[in-house]
């Protein structure tokens, strides 16, 4: 189970952070990450990041998000700086957890938390 926090109302320039926790039998997730999906939109990549620390932005996003995580909390954090109103969308974590040694990752989405920036 992903459940995620941290989004809201903020006026354009402003800055927000999301974090995600990943909870339940965990053995060990692979990469993790933040998507987003505004209305009438496909649900598009926005960063994400391996266990081993590589990390990868949307085009639209860099220079302006940071993707962290904390691999003994389970977490991944999304630090939003300099917003747009473009960037209001339902933002959803992603993780690939594997459950038990010598077992495939499996997917996981969270429920998505509202991001809405207003100009």
């Known amino acids: 189970q992903l459940v995620e926090s941290g989004g809201g109302l903020v006026q354009a320039g402003g800055s927000l952070r999301l974090s995600c926790v990943a909870s339940g039998r965990i053995f060990r997730i692979n990469t993790m990450g933040w998507y987003r999906q505004a209305p009438g939109k496909q649900r598009d990549l926005v960063a994400v990041t391996t266990s081993g620390g590589s990390t990868n932005y949307a085009d639209s996003v860099k220079g302006r998000f940071t993707i962290s995580r904390d691999n003994a909390k389970n977490m991944v954090y999304l630090e939003m700086n300099s917003l747009k109103p473009e960037d209001t969308a339902v933002y959803y974590c992603?993780?690939?957890?594997?459950?038990?040694?010598?077992?495939?990752?499996?997917?996981?989405w969270g429920q998505g938390t509202h991001v809405d920036v207003s100009s």
């Open positions: 992603y993780a690939e957890v594997v459950r038990a040694s010598f077992t495939y990752p499996q997917v996981y």
